[in-house]
């Protein structure tokens, strides 16, 4: 069964950092590509980032310059830095994982990050 744990969510205050992690079990880890998406309350879920096994990251132009992916494939798990955090950084963050070789897209619970003012 595969299972997908976001962590590292938390309040901060503006200006902070925070390191998301995004652990991954009961599958090939190496060959899904992992996602991190964010969902403000009422709005829509937005993709931030992605990173295969073997490559370079790509980042959606809302996450460019203060947001950072990477992985571990020894320990299954991937990571969202994030810098300089506004309070319109509040939001709920998701990691997904997702393969051209396999079926199944997964999704973690999610993390809350609340960025105060």
């Known amino acids: 069964q595969v299972q997908v744990v976001e962590s590292g969510g938390g309040l901060v205050q503006r200006g902070g950092s925070l390191r998301l992690s995004c652990a991954a079990s009961?599958?090939?880890?190496?060959?899904?590509?992992m996602a991190w998406y964010r969902q403000a309350l009422g709005k829509q879920r937005e993709l931030l980032a992605r990173?295969?096994?073997?490559?370079?990251?790509e980042y959606a132009d809302a996450a460019k310059g203060r947001f950072t992916i990477s992985r571990d494939n020894t320990k299954n798990t991937a990571y969202l830095d994030i810098d300089d955090l506004r309070p319109e950084d509040t939001a709920v963050y998701y990691c997904?994982?997702?393969?051209?070789?396999?079926?199944?897209?997964?999704w973690g619970q999610g993390t809350r990050v609340t960025v105060s003012s």
């Open positions: 997904n994982l997702a393969s051209r070789f396999a079926p199944n897209v997964y």
């Open positions: 009961g599958t090939n880890f190496n060959i899904y590509v």
């Open positions: 990173i295969a096994a073997v490559g370079s990251p």
